[in-house]
């Protein structure tokens, strides 16, 4: 099947949906890590919306970050101590809602990359020049080279 068949479910879901895009030496850090998964969905989520806001800080209230994230509030709160912990992400408490005393503000997560990560970041490899993208920038749409060589080759044998 060839990837420029528009009809492939999988060209549409790249070609149209929104999707997120991680810094593998960041996620295989997670991943070394043993960070639990309900903690690496709250994660990426703030990653997501920092990125997007572009200061990499955001305000999304804590029963959205469970609803989105499929989580319950507990488990929430549990992955912002980890991740807090580990350096992975800063809290800033803002006190009260001055709308409504009663309840407490949205805080600021600041997603933030690992002591541990920085020092070992230039041993990483770079991707080609050229493929980076730019802040409001969509990501390309074009399938990287490994994929598109799969592709060929399982189109040569399926002729064949």
């Given at each position: 099947m060839s990837i420029e068949n528009g009809r492939d479910p999988r060209v549409r879901?790249?070609?149209?949906k929104y999707f997120s895009l991680r810094?593998?030496?960041?996620?295989?850090?997670?991943?070394?890590q043993g960070v639990?998964?309900?903690?690496?969905?709250?994660?990426?989520?703030?990653?997501?919306?920092?990125?997007?806001?572009?200061?990499?800080?955001?305000?999304?209230?804590?029963?959205?970050?469970?609803?989105?994230c499929c989580l319950d509030l507990s488990t929430v709160t549990r992955a912002y101590q980890l991740l807090a912990r580990m350096g992975c992400i800063r809290r800033t408490d803002p006190g009260r809602d001055p709308a409504n005393p009663f309840?407490?503000?949205?805080a600021i997560t600041e997603v933030r990359v690992p002591r541990e990560l920085l020092v070992e970041l230039d041993?990483?490899?770079?991707r080609r020049p050229g493929t980076a993208?730019?802040?409001g920038e969509s990501a390309p749409v074009t399938a990287p080279e490994p994929v598109a060589a799969v592709a060929v080759t399982a189109r040569r044998s399926m002729s064949s």
């Amino acid at each position: 099947m060839s990837i420029e068949n528009g009809r492939d479910p999988r060209v549409r879901l790249v070609r149209e949906k929104y999707f997120s895009l991680r810094p593998k030496p960041l996620e295989r850090w997670l991943w070394a890590q043993g960070v639990p998964a309900s903690a690496e969905r709250v994660f990426w989520l703030h990653w997501q919306e920092g990125r997007q806001r572009g200061d990499w800080c955001s305000e999304v209230p804590l029963k959205r970050v469970a609803r989105e994230c499929c989580l319950d509030l507990s488990t929430v709160t549990r992955a912002y101590q980890l991740l807090a912990r580990m350096g992975c992400i800063r809290r800033t408490d803002p006190g009260r809602d001055p709308a409504n005393p009663f309840n407490q503000a949205t805080a600021i997560t600041e997603v933030r990359v690992p002591r541990e990560l920085l020092v070992e970041l230039d041993r990483h490899p770079n991707r080609r020049p050229g493929t980076a993208v730019k802040q409001g920038e969509s990501a390309p749409v074009t399938a990287p080279e490994p994929v598109a060589a799969v592709a060929v080759t399982a189109r040569r044998s399926m002729s064949s």
